[in-house]
């Protein structure tokens, strides 16, 4: 009894303080997976089913935060998330296909190398012209499939990949922020499916009250201080927790091989 409300304790905690840095930022979902599996020893495929459960939550209230803020551009959006949808169910089939081993080496090398990209300064004042290449639906399409492969397939998120990257093509990064909170839902949806089908069920259902508690207070909470707080300070707070959680995880899955 002690060890599952332990075990729900920390879960709650965890998915509020990511979901508070989600809202500020729309990066850092991609801590739950680690802490899950690394941390509490949680299954793969449960941790991975809960992170997406969170990340699809979390998504719709703050793309709906950022609409109402006027910092959304839906049509960007929307052309994302039709890549997003086979491009994440691409993802979950790959991971269920390799073992654990490599399904928590590829996560940890893939966060410790987001964490690493997020040193980069990306400075709010800094204007960029806006990238011809988004004036292309295919490649926009193209775009949100292979990022959505790729968080798929590592539990990472989408706006880790996203938000540097819509940044570095001249969108502003609070647009950017609010269109790869968005994206992510469609990038949780077919996620969510696939890996719950391969999660213990008996066990889960407790988590997943405790990961939506978290999460809702966690990204209401986090939108709302979401232009009180510098994203790059954040950012490299962030960056440097990540690079060191990693890096400890890999070495502790050297040493467990």
Do not use: E
Not at 42 to 53: E, M, N, Q
Not at 56 to 73: E, L, T
Not at 153 to 159: F, I, K, N, V
Request: hydrophobic letters at 60%; one cysteine or more; glycine letters at 8%.
């Amino acid at each position: 009894m002690f060890t599952n409300l332990f075990l729900f304790s920390i879960v709650a905690c965890s998915n509020l303080i990511i979901g508070v840095l989600l809202g500020m930022s729309g990066i850092a979902g991609f801590l739950l997976p680690l802490i899950y599996v690394g941390f509490l020893d949680i299954p793969v495929h449960d941790s991975l089913a809960l992170s997406f459960l969170s990340f699809a939550v979390s998504g719709i209230i703050g793309a709906y935060s950022y609409w109402k803020s006027k910092n959304m551009d839906l049509k960007l959006a929307l052309f994302l998330s039709l890549g997003s949808l086979p491009g994440a169910f691409l993802g979950v089939q790959i991971n269920v296909l390799i073992s654990d081993f490599l399904a928590k080496l590829l996560l940890y090398i893939f966060i410790l190398l987001a964490g690493l990209s997020m040193l980069k300064k990306n400075k709010d004042d800094t204007k960029v012209n806006r990238s011809i290449l988004l004036n292309h639906s295919l490649i926009v399409i193209l775009i949100g499939f292979l990022t959505a492969t790729i968080c798929a397939l590592t539990g990472a998120g989408g706006p880790i990949l996203l938000v540097p990257l819509l940044v570095s093509l001249g969108v502003n990064i609070r647009v950017a922020v609010g269109v790869s909170l968005l994206n992510s839902v469609f990038i949780a949806i077919p996620s969510i499916f696939g890996y719950f089908a391969h999660a213990n069920m008996k066990t889960i259902p407790m988590l997943i009250i405790a990961s939506l508690i978290g999460t809702i207070i966690g990204i209401i909470t986090g939108t709302r201080l979401a232009n009180k707080v510098p994203i790059n300070r954040l950012k490299i707070m962030i960056a440097l927790i990540t690079i060191l959680s990693s890096v400890y995880m890999l070495v502790m899955l050297k040493v467990g091989a």
